[in-house]
């Protein structure tokens, strides 16, 4: 059973449901004992994956200046390794959950350059940052080199909202959010291939997660898509958990 009927929704719906679901998401991480600061930046990288929906909200909440600066620095920035995702988070769990054959692993280098959103330590598409962004939270201060420090309910919360963000871009691009930027900003420097958006094929949980993972799924469904005048529920049907 496909989790959220996305072919019968249209982009404006489905941008309205991203927009709840980040803002639901910045509420949840609210309570929760982070670290992480304005002025943080040691993750901004050039390695973030982003859907093409996510990438496309972003894009278009840059003012007609930063626009043109990224234009502008895109053959250097382009030319710089970065990580570009071989699979999509959906493909990685169909794999985990219905054994699949192997579970395919990403095996891409990561590059070590800095996002070009940032300017000054601070992300200049703050309040459209896709989700990779979001998700990057720490319990202690990184220093470079380091690993955020999560803890494995939040990682289980991260994987599923990354599965349904994905899940509401199926059959678009998933891919590495400069490469996407370049496409929507018509300044790639060439064809590229990208994985697809894949439908969710359900969610990856530990036994004992189970009662709390409900809750915070229920406390999402209720969430109110305030342009709809519908609650994420009315729009998204779930997966028996
Ligand atoms: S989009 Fe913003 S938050 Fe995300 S990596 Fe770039 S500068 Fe950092």
């Known amino acids: 059973m496909a989790f959220v009927d996305t072919p019968s929704m249209n982009h404006e719906q489905k941008r309205a449901c991203l927009e709840t679901i980040y803002d639901f998401y910045d509420e949840f991480i609210k309570g929760l004992p982070v670290a992480c600061s304005r002025g943080c930046s040691i993750c901004c990288t050039v390695n973030v994956a982003a859907t093409s929906l996510e990438v496309e909200y972003l894009v278009d909440g840059l003012d007609e200046q930063m626009k043109r600066e990224l234009i502008n620095a895109f053959p250097g920035i382009l030319s710089q390794p970065r990580f570009k995702p071989a699979h999509t988070t959906n493909e990685i769990a169909s794999a985990c959950l219905h054994m699949e054959g192997d579970v395919p692993e990403e095996t891409g280098l990561h590059g070590k350059g800095r996002c070009p959103l940032l300017k000054q330590d601070l992300c200049t598409a703050y309040d459209r940052r896709p989700f990779a962004c979001r998700a990057m939270l720490s319990r202690t201060k990184c220093a ?98």
């Open 144 to 241: 470079p080199g380091s690993q955020a420090q999560m803890g494995g309910f939040l990682l289980t919360i991260n994987l599923a909202l990354y599965q349904i963000i994905e899940h509401l871009d199926e059959g678009r691009l998933y891919g590495n959010m400069i490469d996407l930027i370049a496409q929507g900003l018509n300044a790639a420097r060439g064809p590229e291939r990208f994985p697809v958006s894949q439908p969710l094929p359900g969610f990856v949980l530990l036994p004992e997660e189970k009662g709390r993972f409900k809750g915070f799924i229920r406390r999402l469904t209720l969430q109110k898509v305030e342009a709809l005048d519908m609650t994420i529920g009315d729009l998204l049907s779930l997966p028996a958990l």
